[in-house]
């Protein structure tokens, strides 16, 4: 790629030295439901980051102005949740970025972000799927969160889409009192107005929130790399401006970015730039508080 002294990469936003932000790489991928080669994707996604600048057009604003912390990649982070927590629970950062990886990390990242606030946090998930299954796989992160101590009343669940999830899993996020708005309603009411009601009900408590982008939660087309996408999922657009949004709230502590495999990308990576992009609408949302 041609170098421009005038024309900063994103990826040069990641660094050694402290900042308040901190990016960790957690590639799980042994308990995924489906075979999937998801520990790759957090490389593919940092390498994704040479493609974008740092300059947010839309609010005029230079992300180098803040840029984040290296806190390295987990181990083997399948059998080692606790590395994860602790690793998290140690840095300490206003907001953890964590890179996926399935989507079972949630529950260790989240524990991680919520540290020994959980009896008051909340959790706002972009995602087609419930994620209330028995076992431990990436399709029961939310199920073990709650039965970790996390309030379901300050869960909420956006883009929960047709024919993606069964009538059992549905009647269980109701009985819990799990917030749920829809593919559909998110439709009728807008993508802002979707986050504002997920903001109000997470952040009750007025605890840690951490939001799980699940990028399966996007139709299709724009997400290849995302085995469990159905037709119909939100826009590429609409998850970004979500991503801005909440992380511009100032209890919002992380965000995961999960269910991508990148070795089942396009051609044109779009899946993965997707995902590189999202890593600087947090950081954006962020910068903006």
Known sequence: MAEDA????????????????????????KTSISPTNAHLTPKAIREALLR????????????????????????????NETNTIDAIRAANKKLTIALGGDNSIT??????VFGDQLATAGLIT?????????????????RRLIQAGLD??????????????SASYAQLASDLGITVISREMVAEIGIKEACNIALSVAGSAEGPIHVDLDVDVCDRSVVPACPAAAPGGLSAFELRQATRILL????????????IDASKDSEDGRTVRLAALLVLESVAGFQSR
């Open 248 to 259: 511009s709230h100032e209890l919002v502590r992380g965000v995961d970015i999960t269910e």
């Open 6 to 29: 005038k024309w900063p990469r994103a990826a040069s936003l990641i660094s050694s030295d402290h900042s308040p932000i901190g990016l960790i790489d957690v590639p799980a991928s």
């Open 52 to 79: 974008y600048s740092t300059y947010s057009y839309s609010t005029g604003n230079d992300l180098a102005k803040i840029a984040f912390e290296d806190l390295g990649e987990i181990t083997d982070p399948d059998s």
């Open 126 to 142: 972009l995602d087609a799927h419930h994620d209330l299954r028995d076992g431990i796989s990436n399709g029961s992160p939310v």
């Open 152 to 165: 379901p009343k300050r869960i909420v669940q956006i883009g929960i889409n047709d024919f993606s999830n």
């Open 107 to 112: 529950y260790a990242v989240g524990l991680g």
